[in-house]
């Protein structure tokens, strides 16, 4: 059973546009929830990662966006750019004595000069 | 560049076969994590060892087996290899076993099976 739902596949967007991508959980014991990037191969990057305490985290042009109650976050990535070009996976994991990371099913996102 | 080095970088082999991967962690770190890419199944965490114990179990198959050695390298045995193991094997490293620490990956080893 995925514990970490991804949406959409595949998302086109124009040069300075917008790219948002969309991830739900199950597990309300989940408390870290990073984004990985990964350029074709390549191995995943972090690219940034929020905890539950807060609705919102901001990196440059890359911002998540967390929605505790209703088991949801989102990347929103702001003037999107065709060096952004690259798969995004969301991912989730719980403390404890393990770190292993829970991955979304990937966004393949291309950005259109 | 993330530190991880794995070894080989590509590797091609018939079914029923075994295969070892290699991975050496970033300086420092004593936590390893095994992950499986495939078009299907998208990546999933398969085994996890710190400091020489295997800390985690994900989705591994009998078949295949990992292990830790002093230096903290780590390699992840593959057997009985079938056409469906076919896959983007990465590993990762973090300085500790939880802690929410930064997960770097390495380049990968691409395993095909014919």
């Known amino acids: 059973q995925q514990q970490v739902k991804q949406s959409p596949q595949s998302l086109i967007v124009q040069k300075g546009g917008i790219s948002i991508i969309n991830c739900a959980y199950e597990n309300t014991a989940f408390d870290y929830f990073p984004w990985y990037q990964q350029f074709p191969g390549k191995g995943p990057a972090l690219l940034i990662a929020i905890r539950p305490d807060v609705s919102e985290k901001k990196e440059g042009r890359f911002t998540i966006s967390f929605n505790k109650s209703a088991k949801q976050f989102s990347l929103h990535i702001m003037d999107s750019q065709p060096g952004d070009s690259a798969t995004y996976f969301c991912a989730a994991s719980r403390d404890g004595a393990t770190n292993k990371l829970i991955f979304g099913t990937g966004t393949l996102l291309a950005v259109q000069p | 560049d993330s530190g991880v080095t794995q070894t080989p970088k590509h590797l091609i082999t018939a079914t029923g076969q075994r295969v070892t991967l290699r991975c050496s962690p970033r300086s420092g770190d004593l936590s390893v994590y095994w992950y499986q890419q495939s078009l299907d199944q998208g990546l999933q965490f398969l085994i996890q060892?710190?400091?020489?114990?295997?800390?985690a179990k994900g989705n591994i198959l009998e078949r295949f087996s990992a292990q830790q050695f002093p230096d903290l390298h780590s390699e992840l045995n593959l057997s009985s290899l079938e056409l469906g193991d076919s896959a983007l094997y990465f590993c990762?490293?973090?300085?500790?076993?939880?802690?929410?620490?930064?997960?770097?990956f390495g380049p990968g080893t691409r395993l095909t099976v014919t």
């Open positions: 060892y710190y400091n020489g114990e295997e800390r």
């Open positions: 990762a490293s973090s300085p500790t076993a939880g802690g929410h620490y930064e997960q770097y």
